[in-house]
């Protein structure tokens, strides 16, 4: 059975940096992409990253492209989400999600809608502000 850990939420002044880590565990004969999500308070969740199980297809929300990077340490079974040039707007809980795939589609598929997503993380607070 999967599970997903996160880690590396914290409280960040606008302009600044945090990295989030997802620890897995589980996936020995499986096929899973992983994707990174965030709810703020009083919204629904939203999709913000992805990565295909061989890591060769990223994805990202058009609100975050260019200042976010996901990126994995296959050693350590450890995905990670760089988050840079912060703001208010990026506040919320981060959750990061995987998601079983066909070994057809193991360098294809990467969603950044919640759905399709089997293992959820705990989530980790970020909160962006002066």
């Known amino acids: 059975q999967v599970q997903l850990v996160e880690s590396g939420g914290g409280l960040v002044q606008p302009g600044g940096s945090l990295r989030l880590s997802c620890a897995a565990s589980?996936?020995?004969?499986?096929?899973?992409?992983i994707g990174w999500f965030r709810q703020a308070p009083g919204k629904g969740r939203e999709g913000v990253s992805c990565?295909?199980?061989?890591?060769?297809?990223?994805a990202y929300a058009d609100s975050v492209a260019g200042r976010f990077t996901i990126s994995r340490d296959s050693a350590r079974n450890e995905v990670y989400l760089q988050m840079d040039s912060l703001e208010p707007e990026d506040t919320g809980v981060y959750y990061c999600?995987?998601?079983?795939?066909?070994?057809?589609?193991?360098?294809?598929?990467?969603?950044?809608?919640?759905?399709?997503?089997?293992?959820w993380g705990q989530g980790t607070q970020v909160t962006v502000s002066s």
């Open positions: 999600a995987a998601e079983r795939v066909p070994s057809l589609l193991w360098n294809i598929k990467c969603s950044v809608l919640p759905g399709p997503y089997d293992v």
């Open positions: 589980g996936f020995a004969s499986d096929f899973y992409a």
């Open positions: 990565m295909s199980s061989s890591a060769g297809v990223t």
